[in-house]
């Protein structure tokens, strides 16, 4: 079946520092990708979707400058937390939609800064 | 918008007994509902879904009920297994590809 992989699972960095989580299809092609963050005890809130060969669109309320997202190719998003700081920590999630319909969920990547 | 909450209601139940987790939903033109399961440090596993144009659908183990009138999501586990203790959110979708999430619910399975 259809498999999104993310990458890394998880990463600890240290406060300033920027992070990129990777987000591929394994097996078809998704002109959209979605990232959610998720925080303890809570259920997955929706940061921007990602397309590919333009802007992402973001949520209110998530800096776009802070949270920056690349879809360079059908097959791969990338987020980067640019000067990431404690309250950052969360669970980030990828999403990618087989044919508009099937979603499939990465395994997610904790990121934890010190 | 999105529903978060700080504590995650919880349903526990026995080994071999059905649960039945509840998800009132917000948008009344969301057309397509999902159940997912989340794992502790996982991202969310889909489990069944459901389209508004029906109110009962059947999978292994598990069925969807909805009720549009009250805009309300049930999930149904038969016989429920350690292995189905996770957390599981329903999710609504409608003329987006936009996937808005539920509170979750814990099951918990004691033997």
């Known amino acids: 079946g259809a498999v999104v992989s993310q990458h890394p699972s998880w990463v600890i960095c240290k406060s300033g520092t920027s992070v990129k989580i990777e987000c591929r299809s394994l097996?078809?092609?998704?002109?959209?990708m979605f990232w959610y963050r998720q925080f303890p005890k809570q259920s997955l809130m929706l940061m921007a979707t990602?397309?590919?060969?333009?802007?992402?669109?973001?949520e209110q309320g998530v800096e776009k400058d802070k949270f920056l997202i690349n879809h360079a190719s059908l097959t791969l998003s990338t987020l980067t937390v640019t000067s990431a700081h404690p309250e950052d920590s969360s669970f980030y999630i990828c999403r990618a939609d087989r044919d508009h319909t099937e979603a499939f969920f990465g395994q997610g990547t904790r990121l934890t800064v010190v | 918008g999105e529903s978060v909450g700080l504590h995650l209601p919880t349903l526990s139940v026995q080994e071999g007994d059905n649960s039945i987790i509840n998800c009132a939903y917000s948008n009344s033109a969301s057309d397509y509902f999902i159940w997912y399961k989340q794992e502790s440090g996982k991202g969310p596993q889909f489990i069944i879904d459901i389209r508004s144009n029906m109110d009962k659908r059947q999978g292994q183990r598990v069925t969807v009920l909805l009720n549009k009138t009250v805009k309300h999501l049930s999930l149904q586990i038969a016989a429920t297994q350690p292995g189905d203790s996770a957390v599981y959110f329903c999710a609504e979708r409608g003329n987006t590809d936009k996937l808005i999430f539920g509170t979750g619910t814990r099951l918990q399975v004691f033997p």
């Open positions: 097996d078809f092609q998704a002109t959209t």
């Open positions: 990602s397309n590919e060969g333009s802007k992402a669109t973001y």
